[in-house]
Protein backbone atom coordinates (compact mmCIF):
# COMPACT_ATOMS: atom_id res chain seq x y z
CA UNK A 1 0.00 0.00 0.00
CA UNK A 2 0.82 3.51 -0.04
CA UNK A 3 1.94 3.92 -3.24
CA UNK A 4 2.87 7.33 -4.81
CA UNK A 5 3.47 7.65 -9.13
CA UNK A 6 4.56 10.13 -10.96
CA UNK A 7 4.53 10.78 -14.56
CA UNK A 8 6.67 11.39 -17.15
CA UNK A 9 9.70 9.58 -15.30
CA UNK A 10 12.00 12.30 -17.30
CA UNK A 11 11.16 14.78 -19.85
CA UNK A 12 13.12 16.89 -22.28
CA UNK A 13 11.34 20.27 -22.96
CA UNK A 14 13.11 23.38 -25.21
CA UNK A 15 13.47 26.75 -23.41
CA UNK A 16 10.63 28.38 -23.06
CA UNK A 17 7.64 26.19 -23.23
CA UNK A 18 6.13 24.79 -20.56
CA UNK A 19 5.82 20.97 -19.06
CA UNK A 20 3.29 19.51 -16.62
CA UNK A 21 4.39 16.34 -14.18
CA UNK A 22 2.03 14.66 -12.49
CA UNK A 23 1.42 12.88 -9.21
CA UNK A 24 -0.77 10.25 -8.22
CA UNK A 25 -1.73 8.46 -5.06
CA UNK A 26 -2.93 4.88 -6.61
CA UNK A 27 -3.57 3.26 -3.03
CA UNK A 28 -5.09 6.60 -0.27
CA UNK A 29 -6.71 9.33 -0.86
CA UNK A 30 -4.03 12.25 -0.43
CA UNK A 31 -4.90 14.98 1.62
CA UNK A 32 -1.88 16.66 1.46
CA UNK A 33 0.84 16.53 -1.53
CA UNK A 34 4.14 18.55 -1.19
CA UNK A 35 5.93 19.12 -4.07
CA UNK A 36 9.97 18.98 -3.94
CA UNK A 37 12.89 20.16 -5.87
CA UNK A 38 16.37 18.04 -5.46
CA UNK A 39 19.81 19.11 -7.39
CA UNK A 40 22.34 16.64 -7.90
CA UNK A 41 24.17 16.12 -4.38
CA UNK A 42 21.33 18.26 -2.75
CA UNK A 43 19.09 17.58 -0.47
CA UNK A 44 15.30 18.18 -0.97
CA UNK A 45 14.04 21.74 -1.15
CA UNK A 46 10.31 21.98 -0.59
CA UNK A 47 8.72 24.28 -3.00
CA UNK A 48 5.15 23.91 -1.91
CA UNK A 49 1.89 22.10 -0.30
CA UNK A 50 -1.22 21.63 -1.57
CA UNK A 51 -4.26 20.64 0.13
CA UNK A 52 -7.21 19.21 -2.24
CA UNK A 53 -9.76 22.03 -3.50
CA UNK A 54 -7.60 25.13 -2.37
CA UNK A 55 -4.40 26.73 -3.55
CA UNK A 56 -0.88 26.01 -2.97
CA UNK A 57 1.01 27.61 -0.66
CA UNK A 58 4.52 28.20 -1.54
CA UNK A 59 7.79 28.17 0.30
CA UNK A 60 9.90 31.52 0.25
CA UNK A 61 11.78 32.39 -3.18
CA UNK A 62 9.59 30.12 -5.04
CA UNK A 63 7.53 31.79 -7.93
CA UNK A 64 4.26 30.58 -7.72
CA UNK A 65 3.49 32.09 -11.34
CA UNK A 66 6.06 29.77 -12.31
CA UNK A 67 5.19 26.35 -10.90
CA UNK A 68 2.16 26.11 -11.20
CA UNK A 69 -0.04 23.32 -8.86
CA UNK A 70 -3.13 22.53 -8.47
CA UNK A 71 -4.59 19.35 -6.58
CA UNK A 72 -8.04 19.30 -7.65
CA UNK A 73 -8.55 15.73 -6.30
CA UNK A 74 -7.52 13.80 -3.85
CA UNK A 75 -5.63 11.44 -5.78
CA UNK A 76 -3.91 13.71 -7.91
CA UNK A 77 -1.87 16.73 -7.80
CA UNK A 78 0.01 18.49 -10.77
CA UNK A 79 2.92 21.04 -10.76
CA UNK A 80 3.46 23.12 -14.13
CA UNK A 81 6.39 24.81 -14.94
CA UNK A 82 6.00 27.68 -17.13
CA UNK A 83 8.18 29.10 -19.67
CA UNK A 84 11.00 26.99 -18.89
CA UNK A 85 14.46 27.68 -18.29
CA UNK A 86 17.79 25.59 -18.22
CA UNK A 87 18.03 26.39 -14.63
CA UNK A 88 14.63 24.65 -14.14
CA UNK A 89 16.85 21.45 -15.12
CA UNK A 90 16.07 19.24 -11.61
CA UNK A 91 14.74 16.00 -10.26
CA UNK A 92 11.30 16.65 -8.88
CA UNK A 93 9.67 14.48 -6.19
CA UNK A 94 6.06 14.82 -4.68
CA UNK A 95 5.07 13.20 -1.82
CA UNK A 96 1.59 12.35 -0.27
CA UNK A 97 0.21 12.16 3.36
CA UNK A 98 -3.09 11.60 4.47
CA UNK A 99 -3.12 14.26 6.89
CA UNK A 100 -4.20 14.62 10.54
CA UNK A 101 -2.08 13.36 12.68
CA UNK A 102 -0.27 10.92 10.21
CA UNK A 103 3.33 11.80 10.00
CA UNK A 104 4.34 9.36 7.33
CA UNK A 105 4.75 11.37 3.50
CA UNK A 106 5.22 8.93 0.80
CA UNK A 107 7.46 9.56 -2.04
CA UNK A 108 7.13 9.40 -5.56
CA UNK A 109 9.94 7.91 -7.39
CA UNK A 110 10.56 11.64 -9.23
CA UNK A 111 10.97 13.15 -12.84
CA UNK A 112 13.63 14.25 -14.14
CA UNK A 113 13.44 17.43 -16.18
CA UNK A 114 15.79 18.46 -18.27
CA UNK A 115 15.77 22.01 -20.18
CA UNK A 116 17.49 22.73 -23.08
CA UNK B 1 24.05 28.13 9.20
CA UNK B 2 21.62 25.37 7.86
CA UNK B 3 18.34 24.17 9.85
CA UNK B 4 19.69 20.87 9.73
CA UNK B 5 23.55 20.01 8.89
CA UNK B 6 24.45 16.30 7.55
CA UNK B 7 27.61 15.33 6.25
CA UNK B 8 27.80 14.63 2.50
CA UNK B 9 30.04 12.17 2.68
CA UNK B 10 30.71 9.61 0.45
CA UNK B 11 31.45 7.00 3.43
CA UNK B 12 32.57 3.90 2.06
CA UNK B 13 32.54 1.11 4.18
CA UNK B 14 33.46 -2.86 4.10
CA UNK B 15 30.69 -5.10 4.02
CA UNK B 16 29.50 -6.27 7.51
CA UNK B 17 30.68 -2.94 9.22
CA UNK B 18 28.71 -0.92 11.27
CA UNK B 19 27.83 2.42 9.91
CA UNK B 20 26.84 5.76 12.12
CA UNK B 21 25.24 8.14 9.93
CA UNK B 22 24.15 11.55 12.02
CA UNK B 23 22.62 15.01 11.79
CA UNK B 24 22.25 17.80 13.57
CA UNK B 25 20.09 20.43 14.28
CA UNK B 26 19.48 24.40 15.41
CA UNK B 27 15.23 24.21 15.82
CA UNK B 28 14.51 23.29 19.35
CA UNK B 29 11.27 23.05 18.28
CA UNK B 30 11.26 20.03 16.23
CA UNK B 31 10.02 16.78 17.70
CA UNK B 32 10.01 14.38 14.58
CA UNK B 33 12.78 12.95 13.38
CA UNK B 34 13.30 10.55 10.19
CA UNK B 35 15.38 8.65 8.30
CA UNK B 36 15.23 8.01 4.61
CA UNK B 37 17.19 5.94 2.06
CA UNK B 38 16.75 7.70 -1.30
CA UNK B 39 18.68 4.88 -3.75
CA UNK B 40 19.79 6.86 -7.30
CA UNK B 41 17.31 8.82 -8.87
CA UNK B 42 14.88 7.17 -7.16
CA UNK B 43 12.58 8.55 -4.14
CA UNK B 44 13.35 8.68 -0.58
CA UNK B 45 11.96 5.77 1.19
CA UNK B 46 11.10 6.30 5.12
CA UNK B 47 13.15 3.98 6.91
CA UNK B 48 12.76 4.57 10.73
CA UNK B 49 11.33 7.62 12.69
CA UNK B 50 10.98 8.50 16.05
CA UNK B 51 9.92 10.93 17.95
CA UNK B 52 10.57 13.45 20.46
CA UNK B 53 14.21 12.15 22.73
CA UNK B 54 15.04 8.00 22.74
CA UNK B 55 16.17 4.79 20.47
CA UNK B 56 14.38 2.73 18.23
CA UNK B 57 15.54 -0.50 16.59
CA UNK B 58 14.19 -1.62 13.46
CA UNK B 59 15.97 -5.21 12.37
CA UNK B 60 19.56 -3.82 11.65
CA UNK B 61 18.39 -0.07 11.70
CA UNK B 62 18.91 1.85 14.77
CA UNK B 63 17.50 5.54 15.42
CA UNK B 64 19.19 7.35 18.14
CA UNK B 65 17.78 10.90 18.96
CA UNK B 66 19.59 13.22 21.69
CA UNK B 67 17.12 16.26 22.10
CA UNK B 68 19.42 17.97 24.44
CA UNK B 69 22.14 17.63 21.92
CA UNK B 70 20.24 18.53 19.10
CA UNK B 71 22.08 15.26 17.20
CA UNK B 72 20.13 11.99 15.91
CA UNK B 73 21.90 9.09 14.58
CA UNK B 74 21.38 5.93 12.45
CA UNK B 75 23.12 3.45 12.89
CA UNK B 76 23.37 0.26 10.43
CA UNK B 77 24.59 -3.26 11.96
CA UNK B 78 25.86 -5.87 9.46
CA UNK B 79 25.84 -3.51 6.36
CA UNK B 80 25.24 -4.90 2.90
CA UNK B 81 25.92 -3.76 -0.39
CA UNK B 82 22.27 -3.26 -1.14
CA UNK B 83 22.22 -0.59 2.10
CA UNK B 84 24.39 1.83 -0.56
CA UNK B 85 22.46 4.46 -0.51
CA UNK B 86 22.17 8.03 0.12
CA UNK B 87 20.52 8.15 3.88
CA UNK B 88 18.84 11.88 4.58
CA UNK B 89 17.53 12.71 7.84
CA UNK B 90 14.55 14.74 8.16
CA UNK B 91 12.39 16.32 11.03
CA UNK B 92 9.44 18.38 11.67
CA UNK B 93 7.88 20.33 14.49
CA UNK B 94 4.11 19.36 15.92
CA UNK B 95 1.90 20.27 13.76
CA UNK B 96 3.28 22.88 10.97
CA UNK B 97 1.10 20.85 8.31
CA UNK B 98 3.78 17.84 8.21
CA UNK B 99 6.47 20.30 6.70
CA UNK B 100 9.50 18.03 6.73
CA UNK B 101 13.56 19.93 6.63
CA UNK B 102 16.42 17.70 5.32
CA UNK B 103 19.27 17.20 5.83
CA UNK B 104 21.76 16.90 2.76
CA UNK B 105 21.97 13.20 2.39
CA UNK B 106 24.73 11.17 3.22
CA UNK B 107 26.25 8.98 0.17
CA UNK B 108 27.05 5.33 1.63
CA UNK B 109 28.80 2.74 -0.10
CA UNK B 110 29.32 -0.77 1.39
CA UNK B 111 31.49 -2.78 -0.68
CA UNK B 112 32.73 -6.33 -0.69
Known amino acids: GAVVSQHPSWVICKSGTSVKIECRSLDFQATTMFWYRQFPKQSLMLMATSNEGSKATYEQGVEKDKFLINHASLTLSTLTVTSAHPEDSSFYIC????????????FGPGTRLTVT | QKEVEQDPGPLSVPEGAIVSLNCTYSNSAFQYFMWYRQYSRKGPELLMYTYSSGNKEDGRFTAQVDKSSKYISLFIRDSQPSDSATYLCAMRVTGGGNKLTFGTGTQLKVEL
Open chain 1, 95 to 106: SANTGGSSYEQY
